[in-house]
């Protein structure tokens, strides 16, 4: 069965190396970014880690959340609906909560009311800052 923990106590960065598949650049210093998290909740099957999301939050009004990560061979079984169920508990009640995601998990996040809104983003790695 599937355990949720909303820590990192017991997280190695060994623990987190088989998620990120098909990324160009993958993050390193996963646990750090974890650990520097808001909140996160993580998934465990024993003693593997088998996902996790985390949140960036000011505890007022906003929050965003920048990744959720199910391992591949425990996609599609409620993993991933369960992290975003629990990590939105765990925020309580905010003006609003922000994703960025590709087009093909549009319809996971519908699920859960998230809509479509314009963005913008800075991604100096893919264009760098221009100073206007
Ligand atoms: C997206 C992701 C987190 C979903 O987690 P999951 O544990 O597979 O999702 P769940 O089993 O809780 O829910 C899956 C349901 O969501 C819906 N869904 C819609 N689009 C989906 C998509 N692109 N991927 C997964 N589920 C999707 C379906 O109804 C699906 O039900 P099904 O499995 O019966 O088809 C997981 O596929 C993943 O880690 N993908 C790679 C990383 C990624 O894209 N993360 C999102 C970054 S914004």
Redesign the pocket.
Known sequence: MIKYRSDVDGVTEEDLSGFF?GWPSPPTRRLDLLRGSSRVVIAWDDDRVV?FVNALTDGVLMAYLP????LPE?????????LVNRVLDDLGSLYGVD?C??D??V??YE?FGFQRVNGMVLRPHLKPRIRP
Not at 67 to 70: D, G, I, P, Q, R
């Open positions: 598949v996902g990744l959720l990560e199910v425990y996609q599609h079984t409620g993993v991933g609906t369960e994703i995601c590709d093909d998990v319809p996971f699920r």
